[in-house]
C-alpha cells in the first residue's frame, strides 16, 4: 500500500491524541507525591492537568452535548483529579520519612565557628588524616546566638 493510499491517522480527532485519562490521573497522583515537599508547584501542575483533560474532552466531543452536561463532566473530572491528587499526598505522608531538623545557624552562615565538644572517636585515615567525632558540641562564633548554641550532635560511641 502506497503513503498516498493510506488513511490519516489522526483524520478522525483533526489533530494528534492526547494522554489517557488514566494517564492525567496518574500524573496527579506523581504530583500529589511532589506536593508534600513543593506544594505549589504540584499544586499548578495538577491545575494544569485537570484543565487540558477538560479541554481535550470539549473538543474531542467525548463530553455530551449539552451545555450543562458539559459542566457535569468537567466537575466530575475535577473531583477525579482532586482525589488522585489528594491520594498521591496522603500515601507520601504516610511512606516517605519526615523532614530533616533544620540545620545549625552556624552551618547556615558559612562564616567560621568554634566548635567545642568532647572527643569521641578518632580515626586515622590514608595520606596522614584523622576523622574526629565530637560529642557534646556547641557552636560558637559571629554566626551563632544565645539561644542556639548547639549543633546536631553525634551519636554516643
Keep these: 500500500m502506497l503513503a498516498s493510499q493510506r488513511p490519516d491517522q ?3 480527532s483533526g489533530g494528534p491524541p492526547g494522554l489517557l485519562a488514566w494517564q492525567v490521573y496518574f500524573l496527579t497522583y506523581v504530583a500529589g507525591i511532589w506536593g508534600l515537599r513543593h ?15 477538560a479541554g481535550f474532552r470539549a473538543t474531542t466531543g467525548r463530553a455530551t452535548t449539552g451545555r450543562a452536561a458539559g459542566w457535569k463532566q468537567s466537575a466530575l473530572t475535577l473531583v477525579l483529579v ?6 498521591g499526598w496522603q500515601h507520601a505522608r504516610l511512606v516517605l520519612p519526615d523532614l530533616p531538623p533544620a540545620t ?6 558559612r562564616s567560621k565557628v568554634l566548635l567545642r565538644g568532647r572527643v ?3 580515626t586515622d585515615k590514608p595520606f596522614g588524616r584523622l576523622e574526629i567525632l565530637l560529642a557534646d ?21
Design 10 to 12: 489522526f483524520s478522525a
Design 39 to 53: 506544594l505549589e508547584p504540584a499544586l499548578a501542575v495538577a491545575g494544569l492537568l485537570w484543565i487540558g483533560l
Design 82 to 87: 482532586a482525589a488522585s491528587f489528594v491520594g
Design 104 to 109: 545549625a545557624v552556624a552551618a547556615q552562615g
Design 120 to 122: 569521641a572517636e578518632v
Design 137 to 157: 558540641v556547641r557552636a560558637e562564633g559571629p554566626g551563632t546566638d544565645s539561644s542556639d548554641h548547639h549543633a546536631p550532635s553525634v551519636p554516643k560511641v
